[in-house]
């Protein structure tokens, strides 16, 4: 049984997100006291008494407004409810019982879930309680006083929580579901294959850059095999980072590379590759992710016969440390060539997981010795007397030689090309490690 689903929701700048992170035991959630900072919902995962669940924040909801961005906001947190088994719906102490407490809490009648209301901002239970008790008018459940910022109350509150749960979802496997980031500048689509890829509107879109502030899990299931989409903030050089929010989503985006199997790279196909992309790439590179690098807007240029070519040498020319990543021309708009991206993707995983048997990978590498020597220094030369595999994510070989200091970096380079030329591992990189043995 998959784990229980519980969405932290309530109007803008209740405390949602700070409660999130306080049950999250991490910063997740942009905080700021700015209202409408979390723009998206974020998914996390949380144990309470050896019962494992899935935390969802979301965008504060407004019910009457008329805001583009604001109504979007709340289309997702319907989404959130619609998702969830149990709803911890937050309101503030300090400002009281407001009108748009009441349609919030219509809203969730009428969806029969479990509600748990929970009126935050409450950091004295002794002289606050009568604040609480005024929420008993919303007509939901008794109303429990906590402090995201204090982390007060939350026992009580994580125990009505799961309460409510499905019988059977204490306990819950780690799963192995891939994790896939998009990653890329500012508006270069990233929420557009996001949504083309879940076949819905998961994330929301706009024109406006810098829509998506928060990193966002989307589970979708393609063919029978579940993936985790996660749209990333778009990272601005850091000249232009003004705004401390800017630093949320750079710290995001960086966070959100960390935890992917996969990293998908949308360049823009109107503006070409930049140092920005080469910079995002980097990031992914250095810790061993898989990659595909993604043209986005292709539907947007005008083609003759070498267009194709003149792009691929551009992005090859600025992405020239990450060879064996694959090019794709794509339009998210008009879902152009994304058809095969799932494909795409399993095939970088099983590169990114592979094993290769010690005797069968000591036969490439002295067939790659007897054709090109290993180099000298001083009448002394190089011997590597064997490689071995030890880990995958990235697949990562320890090399054995007689002597550190003549393993040249070119020369594993060429061992590296000769082993990718036997097995492939296209979309991931290879990590080589040298160690030093005596002789006999």
């Not at 590597?384 to 697949?395: A, R």
């Not at 090309?417 to 030093?436: D, H, M, P, W, Y």
Request: glycine fraction near 6%; aromatic fraction near 6%; hydrophobic fraction near 40%.
């Amino acid at each position: 049984m998959s784990k229980p689903i519980v969405a932290i929701v309530g109007r803008p700048n209740v405390g949602k997100s700070t409660l999130f992170n306080a049950l999250a035991g991490e910063r997740i959630a942009i905080v700021k006291d700015t209202p409408g900072v979390t723009r998206d919902r974020i998914y996390a995962n949380v144990s309470w008494l050896d019962r494992d669940f899935t935390l969802i924040d979301t965008g504060g909801i407004e019910p009457d407004s008329k805001d583009i961005l604001l109504s979007q906001m709340r289309e997702q947190a319907e989404i959130a409810i619609m998702t969830a088994d149990v709803i911890i719906f937050l309101t503030d102490a300090r400002q009281g019982v407001v009108d748009a407490d009441g349609k919030v809490a219509d809203m969730l009648r009428r969806s029969a879930k479990p509600v748990v209301l929970a009126v935050n901002k409450v950091d004295n239970f002794d002289k606050q309680m009568p604040d609480v008790y005024e929420f008993y008018n919303l007509g939901l459940s008794d109303p429990m006083p906590i402090s995201s910022t204090s982390k007060l109350g939350f026992g009580e509150l994580l125990d009505e929580v799961v309460s409510h749960f499905p019988e059977g979802s204490a306990v819950e496997e780690e799963d192995e579901i891939p994790r896939i980031a998009i990653v890329g500048k500012p508006n270069v689509g990233k929420s557009s294959l996001v949504n083309r890829l879940a076949g819905e509107e998961r994330v929301i879109v706009s024109d406006i850059a810098g829509t998506t502030r928060d990193a966002v899990d989307s589970v979708v299931k393609y063919h029978g095999r579940e993936y985790i989409l996660v749209d990333t903030a778009g990272l601005r050089r850091k000249n232009k980072i003004k705004e401390e929010l800017e630093r949320f989503m750079i710290i995001r985006a960086v966070a959100a590379v960390e935890k992917a199997d996969v990293v998908l790279l949308i360049i823009d196909a109107v503006s070409g590759v930049s140092e920005q992309d080469a910079k995002i790439a980097g990031i992914a590179h250095e810790r061993g992710k898989g990659i595909l690098i993604c043209v986005n807007k292709w539907d947007a240029i005008e083609k003759t016969n070498k267009t194709v070519r003149e792009y691929e040498d551009k992005i090859r020319q600025t992405l020239s440390f990450m060879p064996y990543a694959d090019i794709v021309f794509i339009s998210a708009k008009s879902g152009q060539r994304t058809g095969n991206l799932y494909d795409r993707i399993d095939a970088i995983i099983a590169n990114n997981t592979m094993r290769i048997a010690t005797g069968v990978l000591n036969e490439i590498v002295t067939e790659a010795v007897a054709m090109q020597q290993p180099p000298s220094d001083k009448g002394k030369r190089l011997k590597i007397f064997y490689v071995t595999q030890v880990s995958v994510k990235p697949p990562c070989f320890v090399v054995f030689v007689n002597d550190k200091k003549l393993a040249h970096f070119s020369y594993i380079r060429y061992l590296e090309n000769q082993i990718r030329e036997a097995f492939g591992f296209r979309g991931t990189s290879l990590k080589f490690i040298v160690r030093q043995r005596k002789e006999g």
